[in-house]
């Protein structure tokens, strides 16, 4: 099992930038795949971006693969997610998450074990 704790999330103005943070801890290997997604009241969980704990292959959203970026900081075992000129469909919680191995469906919230319990991104217009 992998415990996974967000941070970093708060309110911004629009055009404006955060950083969000994961903690990753537990059993991890190399090709484990370390995915953010987030959640708008009322609508689906969605895929953000995601990558390969081991390095090597990162994916983004096509909505946010101009503004934000995905990487991992090794000496603190953390996954962070960049994240710049952000808009107001931004707002939403954000969830960090695990999954063990790294495939085609890295997009999909179900092939997911383990989640965080998700920091709010409020973005104001």
């Known amino acids: 099992q992998v415990q996974l704790v967000e941070s970093g999330g708060g309110l911004v103005q629009a055009g404006g930038s955060l950083r969000l943070s994961c903690a990753v801890s537990?059993?991890?290997?190399?090709?484990?795949?370390i995915g953010w997604f987030r959640q708008a009241p009322g609508k689906e969980r969605e895929f953000v971006a995601a990558?390969?704990?081991?390095?090597?292959?990162?994916r983004l959203a096509d909505s946010v693969s101009r503004r934000f970026t995905i990487s991992r900081d090794n000496a603190k075992n953390t996954v962070s997610l960049q994240m710049n000129n952000l808009k107001s469909e931004d707002t939403a919680v954000y969830y960090c998450?695990?999954?063990?191995?790294?495939?085609?469906?890295?997009?999909?919230?179900?092939?997911?074990?383990?989640w965080g319990q998700g920091t709010q991104v409020t973005v104001s217009s």
């Open positions: 998450s695990a999954r063990t191995g790294w495939t085609t469906a890295y997009y999909l919230p179900a092939s997911y074990a383990d």
């Open positions: 990558m390969r704990w081991g390095g090597g292959a990162t």
């Open positions: 537990g059993r991890t290997g190399s090709n484990y795949g």
